[in-house]
């Protein structure tokens, strides 16, 4: 079982810039992907970042690409994400997901309860 907690949301003025983190208690956290993603009022839940277990890669969504970057510290069990040049549009409640599929075939997938980010214009 891991457990999720993210913080760092708040109110930030476009163009400025916030970092969210993502704690997770539970074992093995440091085996499992993390993603990012968000979702803004009346929108679906979208992807914006993922990392692998070891940093060996990100990938990003689009609309992020370029202004967030996904790290983590698996020594303190957190996955951080830096987000740079915010935009009004990035106004949504961000949530974090831990995933991991063992050789067994057994998923196991996480979500924290998130942290809402507005950004002003």
């Known amino acids: 079982q891991v457990q999720l907690v993210e913080s760092g949301g708040g109110l930030v003025q476009a163009g400025g810039s916030l970092r969210l983190s993502c704690t997770a208690s539970?074992?093995?956290?440091?085996?499992?992907?993390v993603c990012w993603f968000r979702q803004a009022p009346g929108k679906e839940r979208e992807f914006e970042a993922a990392?692998?277990?070891?940093?060996?890669?990100?990938i990003y969504g689009d609309a992020v690409k370029g202004r967030f970057t996904i790290s983590r510290d698996n020594r303190v069990n957190t996955v951080y994400l830096q987000m740079d040049s915010l935009k009004p549009e990035d106004t949504a409640v961000y949530y974090c997901?831990?995933?991991?599929?063992?050789?067994?075939?057994?998923?196991?997938?996480?979500w924290g309860q998130g942290t809402r980010v507005t950004v002003s214009s």
């Open positions: 539970g074992r093995a956290f440091s085996m499992y992907a």
């Open positions: 997901n831990a995933y991991l599929l063992t050789l067994a075939h057994t998923e196991f997938n996480y």
């Open positions: 990392i692998r277990w070891n940093a060996g890669s990100t």
